[in-house]
T-cell receptor, first 113, second 115 residues
Framework: AQSVTQLDSQVPVFEEAPVELRCNYS??????LFWYVQYPNQGLQLLLK??????LVKGINGFEAEFNKSQTSFHLRKPSVHISDTAEYFC???????????FGSGTKLNVKP | GAGVSQSPSNKVTEKGKDVELRCDPI?????LYWYRQRLGQGLEFLIY????????KSGLPSDRFSAERTGESVSTLTIQRTQQEDSAVYLC?????????????FGPGTRLTVL
């Protein structure tokens, strides 16, 4: 069975500090990996995705994520956060050749001034 | 262009009543997904439509839940005899193609409260 685990439900951080949001998955087949962001009172939107190739993926708003196959992880990072990054972040996986997406429980990033 | 829209944005109903939730996907998008998001939890897959193929209903939690989609247009999710545990935000997403590499485009959701 496939599953996605986001280890931290909430991450408080001060403005301009670095942040890492953790995501681990389990799957017996190849996966594609996604991070979605939900800003307050808005719908989910894609932040970045890993399909193949370089394991370091860059997304919008200065975020990046690294796919680590051996550790089955896809952690999201940003070197310096801004107040406007306050949002909920969801990690998701889809299976190769199977159109279903599995989402983690989300991590609320709270950036403090 | 217009994004995915959902209606109503909020729905309060009494236990035992039926409710119908609507999703308008982005025009031309082949695939459409429904998810449920309970408070403090992640997105739970409910059902998936791909063009004119038979839908994947494997995520529907009970036979009180059903959904329809005509071609590549509007979809409705119906919950019969609502229960308090049905209270959640119901999200709809559409994708341009029906492939697992696609980006999902989400609607704003319908917040359902069952009293």
């Amino acid at each position: 069975a496939q599953s996605v685990t986001q280890l931290d439900s909430q991450v408080p951080v001060f403005e301009e500090a670095p942040v890492e949001l953790r995501c681990n998955y389990s799957s017996s087949v190849s996966v594609y990996l996604f991070w979605y962001v939900q800003y307050p009172n808005q719908g989910l939107q894609l932040l970045l995705k890993y399909l193949s190739g370089s394991t370091l993926v860059k997304g919008i708003n200065g975020f990046e994520a690294e796919f680590n196959k051996s550790q089955t992880s896809f952690h999201l990072r940003k070197p310096s956060v801004h107040i406007s990054d306050t949002a909920e972040y969801f990690c998701a996986v889809s299976l190769y050749n199977f159109n279903k997406f599995y989402f983690g429980s989300g991590t609320k990033l709270n950036v403090k001034p | 262009g217009a994004g995915v829209s959902q209606s109503p944005s909020n729905k309060v109903t009494e236990k035992g009543k039926d409710v119908e939730l609507r999703c308008d996907p982005i025009s031309g998008h082949t695939a459409l997904y429904w998810y449920r998001q309970r408070l403090g939890q992640g997105l739970e897959f409910l059902i998936y439509f791909q063009g004119n193929s038979a839908p994947d209903k494997s995520g529907l939690p009970s036979d009180r839940f059903s959904a329809e989609r005509t071609g590549e247009s509007v979809s409705t999710l119906t919950i019969q005899r609502t229960q308090q545990e049905d209270s959640a935000v119901y999200l709809c997403a559409s994708t341009p193609l029906a492939v697992s590499t696609d980006t999902q485009y989400f609607g704003p959701g319908t917040r359902l409260t069952v009293l």
